[in-house]
């Protein structure tokens, strides 16, 4: 058996990222940059003024109270033809050009109408005062964003801003999914006595979507070479195909002889963790395969640590280490043996009112239920000691939101 990390790190040294395609911009989000984001225009393309007020002479406004004749009104989108001259100012408001002559912007609440167009500004205000220059946000030719980026909303609008309408973006790694046994049957068809309802293909349908790919689902294949053969020909032209189920030692784990008839070469089957020891990776005539426990805790936490990482190598995506930390438990948890293991859990506030992790006094890996209500795992190393509560421990915190898994 290997560790996780050599494991992952075999993983990440065999896969490449995708090609890229170019998308609209309002397509993008949600993808990853192939291209860095360069902008096309300068933000904003000229002095503006931050406030509604009065475009002015620094100069003139200097000593206050004072009465400056207003000989024009430029509102956003517009432009003011004239310049400003000694005595006079523009009645201005946010995001309008500043008027040539002008340096400095008295804000309406600093000022009264005087009559007979005048203005009445009863405080000072230096050069530069709300005043926004040209390029403040960012300049053309500026890379406002890097390759390499998950596309949020902050980051469409930012592209919008720099006027770029099409963003170069990774294609969706096509992951084709393949569930396997006897024992399985998909929610809605006829259960046997014997059998128990799928719910890898659907979950992994379903990861895969939240993680960036595309999924292409397989269906279910018995537990027979011929089948299993004839199954995976439908990911030839796929970027990675997932198995769940059939990778492990007894006679009906056929994935790996049901793969050898398309040449397949192996690279590890076991990995020295808890839940999840069964794993296999390789490739098929050149498609990266990666055969996930057919037990669904198993497969989901394999998932989280294995196949999410290969989509975001395929992506060119590094997540830097998102959703891993470290909290103090807020249970005992007993000492480990020689295999890593990941102790599903809540994060829950202690008495004292700061954020701790606690593990699920049962870690029976086929409780989906425990599964789907754990908001984190905690990561035990090999032969790990006992830990008290508030030992600070590492955990892996789930994703939230339309992106959960």
Not at 53 to 66: E, H, I, L, N, S
Not at 253 to 281: E, I
Request: charged residues 20%.
């Amino acid at each position: 058996m290997i560790t996780v990390e050599e494991a992952q790190a075999r993983m990440g040294a065999d896969v490449r990222p995708l090609p890229g395609e170019v998308v609209p911009l309002m397509d993008a989000f949600g993808r990853v940059l192939a291209e860095p984001v360069v902008a096309r225009r300068t933000q904003p393309p000229f002095a503006a003024s931050a406030m509604d007020g009065y475009a002015a002479r620094a100069v003139d406004v200097a000593a206050v109270p004072t009465t400056l004749r207003v000989v024009g009104t430029v509102p956003a989108g517009a432009t003011f033809e004239g310049r400003v001259g000694s005595g006079e100012c523009v009645r201005i408001f946010t995001g309008a050009p500043v008027p040539d002559g002008a340096d400095a912007i008295v804000i309406q609440e600093d000022t009264e109408p005087a009559g007979d167009g005048t203005v009445l500004v009863r405080e000072t205000a230096v050069a530069g005062r709300y005043v926004r220059p040209a390029g403040l946000d960012f300049a053309t030719g500026d890379a406002v964003l890097p390759a390499g980026r998950l596309v949020g909303a902050r980051d469409l609008g930012l592209a919008a801003a720099a006027n770029v309408p099409w963003l170069s973006v990774r294609r969706r790694p096509r992951v084709a999914i393949l569930s396997t046994g006897n024992e399985i049957a998909m929610p809605g068809d006829p259960v046997g006595p014997s059998q128990i309802v799928s719910s890898n293909g659907p979950a992994l349908v379903a990861f895969v979507i939240a993680s960036g790919g595309q999924p292409i689902h397989l269906g279910n294949a018995p537990d027979d070479v011929d089948a299993i053969g004839r199954l995976v020909e439908g990911a030839m032209g796929a970027d990675l195909l997932v198995t769940t189920g059939g990778v492990s030692v007894g006679e009906h784990d056929l994935v790996r002889p049901g793969l050898a008839r398309h040449d397949l070469s192996l690279d590890f089957w076991k990995v020295a963790m808890r839940p999840g020891k069964p794993l296999m990776f390789g490739r098929m005539a050149g498609v990266p395969v990666l055969g996930l426990p057919g037990n669904p805790v198993s497969c989901l936490v394999c998932a989280m640590l294995f196949l999410r990482p290969l989509i975001d190598a395929l992506l060119g995506l590094d997540r830097g280490g998102d959703g891993e930390v470290r909290l103090p438990l807020a249970a005992p948890v007993p000492a480990n043996d020689r295999r890593q293991d990941y102790l599903r859990a809540r994060i829950v506030i202690d008495p004292s009112g700061a954020t701790a992790v606690e593990p699920f006094s049962r870690q029976d890996s086929s409780m989906m239920a425990r599964l789907a209500a754990a908001d984190a795992l905690v990561v035990r190393p090999p032969n790990a000691p006992a830990a008290p509560a508030g030992t600070p421990v590492p955990v892996l915190r789930f994703p939230v939101g339309h992106l959960r898994v």
